[in-house]
């Protein structure tokens, strides 16, 4: 397989019902997509899912940033955000299995293959390396579909295992990356991300179903080792500050609980879509959490204390069509509260594909996040996330292309920094057929702190998206 084909993650436009729930999300022209029937009633089948985000950026960067050994204030570059590959069977009634692969965040310094640096063949940033995402089985206890007096199932039950995406805490923390409203998910809402999971993914086992107008998701989990040391002036131990350290990992569970009050949303997959592009009338409110006994541990007192990651978020969704039919305008809303609480002073900084290094000779104030695109991510603390679009009105009665600009903000207050911190997010969707094929151009903006107290400025980032999927 080429490493220059992208691949995207068809996530909740993948519905193993019908090709209507397909089209909701994509193009008419797409129908059932890469799909093989294993028996000719077709009940029995096969999905293959391929796609691409590549991202044009031009950044401002954090104070004290070098990229490649040379000091930066300002780069433009050009990467992979996702390149995947995913394929399921549905090889009886009840049974389902998947498995998904891919790439993600190369740019041109990094994210190549363990070991790559330098120049050459295999020089920094070349020839990532490809893993699995998902690896799943599912069997359904309580199938969907008609009952044998030909009523239709209200109630279901299916449970799976294996390295899996069937999470609590939000809705948004099962977000499908194919169909995000702006141009990709804010990571908070990925708690874990790449520390005691495995890029958002769990091994263990999971159950999830609908009661009437309720959909459900459990799980019970075994997280991944983490082991990192409590930070230290000197030789003087800084006390009260959690870091991901677990230990023998306790076993984890959570959940989620989402009330459909119009349209049902399928959940044969994980992925939850992040905008319908007026094909669905949706309203939404749930609630979830996450919890691992002893995820953490900070110094107190001299000695290493171990403390527990407790996770709980509220949110709200809505997809509501408005207006004139023939011009099929929709506005897309959601909100989500998250209350973090991973031990005293806990935070993290991240970047998405961030190519920055501390500069040695850099003699300013540095950003408190590090070097590059970082920022504080999450932490002990409260998060509020709100993201809102319009779908413009159609043109022609078959318009190829449809347009919907968006907004975000995102207010930060975290028990780590004595200021709470705001975050600005605005783009505009172009769909050239559904979200097959769209472009989206973002303008971001991050607070820069200096110390836990200051916010000393703020910094900007252009982001251009390319994705297409099949």
Known sequence: MSRSVTFTLALALLSLATTTRLRAQ??????????????????????????????????????????????????????????????????????LILVHAGINNQTFVNGGASGSSGTGGYGQGKKPGIFFHDVWNEYAVVPAGKKPDGSVAKNTLYVGAGLHYWHGVSRMTSASTLNFLAIDAPIFNWPLIENSDQFARLFGVYAKGKLGKFEYRLNYNKPFATNQTPPTSGTVVTPDVAVDNNGVSKMSYGAYLEYQFLDQEANILPFKVGTYVGTKRVFNIGAGFYRQPEGTRYY?????????????????????????KKKNMAVTAYSVFYDYNFGPNYIRNLGIMNPGANNPAFEGKRALAGPGDARPLLGTGQIWYTQAGLLLPKTTDKPKMRVQPFAAYTYKNLEALGKAGSYYDLGCNFYLDGHHAKITPQWSVRPIYTDKNTISDYKGEFLLQAQIYL
């Open 26 to 95: 994509g193009s008419s022209e797409y129908g059932s997509g890469l799909k093989f029937n294993l028996s000719p009633d077709g009940t029995k089948y096969a999905r293959i899912i391929m796609w691409n985000q590549i991202w044009f950026r031009s950044m401002q960067m954090n104070p004290g940033t070098s990229v490649n050994g040379t000091p930066t204030d300002q780069l433009t570059d050009v990467g992979a955000r996702r390149l995947r590959l995913l394929g399921y069977a549905q090889i009886s009634p009840r049974y």
């Open 300 to 324: 107190n007192g001299g000695s290493l204390k171990p403390s527990d990651i407790n996770l709980f978020s509220v949110d709200m969704f809505a997809d509501l069509p408005f207006g004139d």
